[in-house]
């Protein structure tokens, strides 16, 4: 109950600043997605927390649990040189992807499934190109216990996935800028923050 209630309240944010900025939720590439602490391995559920993201005036941000009703920076995609795949030897974090920059460093994120993903990149990919940030309608939603997340009617699931299996699944399957794929399993051993060290980055 929750964390029902606290990814209640973070859609309840989210909508209520968008709309201070004279934008529609329906309009905007938003949704749920798993981040990858900083200095983590990802090869165990407690090195992810969900965050509820949304691309706004070109800076990849989520909304804030510790603060109600506002937005931390998570990256400003301009800095961004390019998108890569990977996945992790953890339930429910086979479908991510990682943000590289021009100083090396990387941000790496977890979607529900491939189409989740493909919109994810597609929307980053055209806001990196200059092009809107308007990409598709946001529909919320909830992580599972395991981390994973899962749209909150089967109807919204199946419309949701047929949409965005019509687009870019192509190009990205011929090899894209985008379609680079890793297996981080090995990649960054370095020590997990304390969960003390994560919320103090907030």
Same mark, same amino acid.
């Given at each position: 109950?929750?964390?029902?209630?606290?990814?209640? /309240? #973070?859609?309840?944010?989210?909508? /209520?600043?968008?709309?201070?900025? &004279?934008?529609?939720?329906?309009?905007?590439?938003?949704?749920?997605? &798993?981040?990858?602490?900083?200095?983590?391995?990802?090869?165990?559920?407690?090195?992810?927390?969900?965050? *509820?993201?949304?691309?706004?005036?070109?800076?990849?941000?989520?909304?804030?649990?510790?603060?109600? &009703?506002?937005? /931390?920076?998570?990256?400003?995609?301009?800095?961004?040189?390019?998108?890569?795949?990977?996945?992790?030897?953890?339930?429910?974090?086979?479908?991510?992807?990682?943000?590289?920059?021009?100083?090396?460093?990387?941000?790496?994120?977890?979607?529900?499934?491939?189409?989740?993903?493909?919109?994810?990149?597609?929307?980053?990919? #055209?806001?990196?190109? $200059?092009?809107?940030?308007?990409?598709?309608?946001?529909?919320?939603?909830?992580?599972?216990? /395991?981390? $994973?997340?899962?749209?909150?009617?089967?109807?919204? #699931?199946?419309?949701?996935?047929?949409?965005?299996?019509?687009?870019? *699944?192509?190009?990205?399957?011929?090899?894209?800028?985008? $379609?680079?794929?890793?297996?981080?399993?090995?990649?960054?051993?370095?020590?997990?923050?304390?969960?003390?060290?994560?919320?103090?980055?907030?």
């Amino acid at each position: 109950k929750e964390m029902k209630l606290r990814r209640a /309240n #973070a859609e309840r944010d989210l909508m /209520n600043l968008l709309r201070d900025h &004279g934008e529609e939720e329906e309009e905007v590439l938003s949704g749920w997605m &798993g981040k990858l602490n900083q200095g983590a391995t990802g090869d165990k559920v407690e090195h992810w927390r969900d965050r *509820l993201f949304v691309v706004h005036q070109k800076v990849l941000c989520y909304v804030s649990e510790k603060y109600s &009703g506002t937005l /931390n920076d998570a990256m400003k995609l301009e800095d961004v040189t390019d998108i890569e795949f990977c996945s992790f030897p953890c339930p429910m974090k086979q479908t991510c992807f990682c943000l590289l920059t021009s100083s090396g460093s990387r941000f790496v994120l977890s979607c529900m499934n491939e189409q989740d993903r493909t919109r994810w990149v597609e929307g980053i990919s #055209a806001t990196m190109r $200059g092009g809107r940030e308007v990409v598709k309608r946001t529909r919320w939603r909830d992580a599972d216990e /395991n981390g $994973g997340v899962e749209c909150k009617d089967e109807e919204g #699931a199946r419309e949701l996935e047929e949409e965005e299996g019509q687009i870019g *699944l192509d190009e990205l399957s011929r090899g894209s800028r985008a $379609g680079k794929t890793l297996d981080m399993s090995e990649h960054d051993k370095s020590p997990a923050k304390t969960r003390e060290e994560e919320e103090e980055e907030e």
